[in-house]
């Protein structure tokens, strides 16, 4: 990406830029933390901080788009509106098992274990309402 593919100065009030740079700051960590917490999703918070950030700030944003494990699922969503089949299987695979393995933990909580579930039954349908991206060659993924 080139400077002059990055969005110009956000125009409107100071306080909604500021309103957004936070709520891209709070969608990134919440993203980052992502990565590592199977039940909290990662794309769709990274995708919020990018939207947040090209209302915000032109150099995060380019910092998103230019990121290595970030950059590429930006890029794909904007231009596909759409994520990688390996993706949804990854992020439905490790979201079923955290949460069967946090509900057997919760051996005695039937409530919570319910509410767990239930949980997970409407994140794994709204991730399988997701358009699927082929791309038509390997080089473009």
């Known amino acids: 990406m080139t400077p002059a593919d990055l969005p110009t100065a956000p125009s409107g009030p100071r306080w909604l830029r500021g309103l957004f740079a936070l709520a891209g700051g709070l969608a990134l960590l919440a993203g980052v933390i992502g990565i590592f917490l199977p039940v909290l999703p990662t794309t769709p918070f990274i995708l919020l901080a990018a939207l947040c950030f090209a209302r915000s700030s032109p150099r995060i944003y380019g910092w998103l788009l230019n990121h290595r494990l970030f950059g590429p699922m930006i890029d794909t969503w904007q231009r ?40 997970g039954v409407v994140l794994a349908a709204g991730l399988l309402r997701v358009p699927v991206y082929q791309p038509a060659s390997a080089n473009e993924q």
């Open 80 to 119: 596909h509106r759409s994520i990688p089949r390996r993706v949804r299987w990854m992020a439905l695979a490790s979201m079923g098992f955290s949460i069967s393995l946090s509900i057997m933990l919760m051996q005695g909580q039937p409530w919570l274990q319910l509410g767990l579930g239930l949980l």
